[in-house]
Nanobody, 129 residues
Framework: QVQVVESGGGLVQAGGSLRLSCIVSGLTFDTSAMAWFRQAPGEEREGVSY????????SYVDSVKGRFTISRDNAKNTLYLQMASLKPEETAMYYC??????????????????????WGRGTQVTVSS
């Protein structure tokens, strides 16, 4: 069965950095589009960053552009999210999601949750002021 496991969350002061990792098993990782989502208290879950099967077409929600970097290592079945200059309002549960599709299309709806078929349980990121 497919397993999606996030790690790397924790406590960090405002302005600090964290790198989240997501290891996927039971899935042909190098043919799967991937994304990071997050859900803050009292908020709906939102897409944070997307990457296609080969590492192309990276996209980011406007609020994190220039500070977050998504990447993947297909040889290790691992997705990463490097987060810099973290802000308290970015405190949230961060989720890794994997799609059966290889590419959801740049410039369209890359965060349609129904197109991500496998989800991790999340890793908590808490940014203190």
């Amino acid at each position: 069965q497919v397993q999606v496991v996030e790690s790397g969350g924790g406590l960090v002061q405002a302005g600090g950095s964290l790198r989240l990792s997501c290891i996927v098993s039971g899935l042909t990782f190098d043919t799967s589009a991937m994304a990071w989502f997050r859900q803050a208290p009292g908020e709906e879950r939102e897409g944070v960053s997307y990457i296609n099967w080969s590492g192309g077409s990276p996209s980011y929600v406007d609020s994190v552009k220039g500070r977050f970097t998504i990447s993947r290592d297909n040889a290790k079945n691992t997705l990463y999210l490097q987060m810099a200059s973290l802000k308290p309002e970015e405190t949230a549960m961060y989720y890794c999601a994997a799609s059966k599709y290889a590419d959801l299309g740049y410039g369209y709806n890359e965060y349609d949750e129904s197109k991500f078929h496998y989800w991790g349980r999340g890793t908590q990121v808490t940014v203190s002021s």
